[in-house]
């Protein structure tokens, strides 16, 4: 059974930095698209950073030049490295995981983190 486990986050001042991971176990066989989302408190969740079997990567407008999404494919780990951090940035960040199509797309995502919490004070 698919799983994933996050670790990371915390409490940091405006301009720092954090680094959130996320460990998948019971993968197999198939090609997936893995994100990083968050949730602001009032606020929907948000996809923030995506990255496909290939390493093609995107980005939400607002993270874009400060998170940077990258995986160790023989750690069967996510990261999400968050520097520059902003108050805005407060929020339970979840990564995720979604089959890729075969047109390079990604499906529903259906495999879930726990959650993290990140507070970024001014």
């Known amino acids: 059974q698919e799983k994933l486990v996050q670790s990371g986050g915390g409490s940091v001042e405006a301009g720092g930095s954090l680094r959130l991971s996320c460990a998948a176990s019971?993968?197999?066989?198939?090609?997936?698209?893995m994100g990083w989302f968050r949730q602001a408190p009032g606020k929907e969740r948000e996809g923030v950073a995506l990255i496909h079997s290939t390493g093609e990567t995107t980005y939400v407008d607002s993270v874009k030049g400060r998170f940077t999404i990258s995986k160790d494919n023989a750690k069967y780990t996510l990261y999400l490295q968050m520097n520059s951090l902003k108050p805005e940035d407060t929020g339970m960040y979840y990564c995720?995981?979604?089959?890729?199509?075969?047109?390079?797309?990604?499906?529903?995502?259906?495999?879930w983190g726990q959650g993290t919490r990140v507070t970024v004070s001014s």
């Open positions: 019971g993968f197999t066989g198939s090609k997936y698209c």
């Open positions: 995720a995981a979604a089959l890729e199509t075969l047109v390079g797309g990604c499906d529903e995502y259906n495999v």
